[in-house]
């Protein structure tokens, strides 16, 4: 008789990384104020020894919400040499690549048929004119200054991201304006986690 076949899924090591079994900070949802305070609340509430497990599932966010949580990871990471481990849960997209781009990516994990999405940063703005014809030109490069600025901050964090990975920041920068999806056996295959559990 025949066995119907099951769909194949991404194997699992779950059994070399027991710590991450059970994470000392489970972030899900919008990457915004209220995650940030939940960040903050579970740090303090974390262990003060020992490596530190964050999780996280999110469709996206504000990204300074996510830089400023992995600016708290990279600092403590710095000041007292604890290792700190992230693990993707389902989605890790948007703001959510941007915390993991805090985290060495040989600490970093996803769970089985995860999934990353790594975007270009996205502005709306209107730019109203009016006035005399001398004041507008500072309007305009006080939005271009804006742009540019901000160009440069994603690109420090897709640095971060792709540091010791096979990704170049060259190939990143390509890919991302077309919102690039990457499952979780292709990321552990570029090295942009170190594994899968």
């Known amino acids: 008789m025949n066995q119907p076949s099951t769909p194949a899924t991404t194997p699992s090591n779950a059994n070399n990384y027991p710590l991450l079994a059970r994470p000392h900070i489970q972030l899900y949802g919008t990457v915004d104020d209220q995650m ?6 579970g740090l303090a509430a974390a262990p003060a020894e020992g490596p530190l497990v964050v999780s996280i599932t ?10 400023a949580m992995g600016d708290s990871i990279r600092l403590l990471r710095e000041y007292t040499g604890r290792e700190t481990l992230f693990l993707g849960k389902v989605a890790v997209y948007s703001a959510g690549a941007t915390f993991m781009s805090a985290f060495p990516a040989d600490k970093r994990f996803l769970t089985k048929n995860s999934r990353l999405m790594i975007h270009e940063r996205l502005m709306n703005s209107t730019v109203e004119l009016s006035g005399p014809l001398n004041t507008l030109s500072p309007v305009l490069n006080a939005k271009l200054n804006e742009i540019e600025d901000s160009i440069r901050i994603q690109d420090e964090g897709f640095a971060d991201l792709v540091r010791g ?11 991302a304006p077309h919102n690039w999806y990457i499952e979780a056996s292709h990321a552990r295959d570029l090295g942009l986690v170190l594994d899968i559990i």
């Open 58 to 67: 999110t469709l996206g966010g504000d990204p300074e919400m996510a830089r």
């Open 165 to 175: 990975t096979q990704v170049t920041l060259e190939e990143l920068k390509q890919r």
């Open 36 to 41: 940030y305070a939940k960040f903050l609340d």
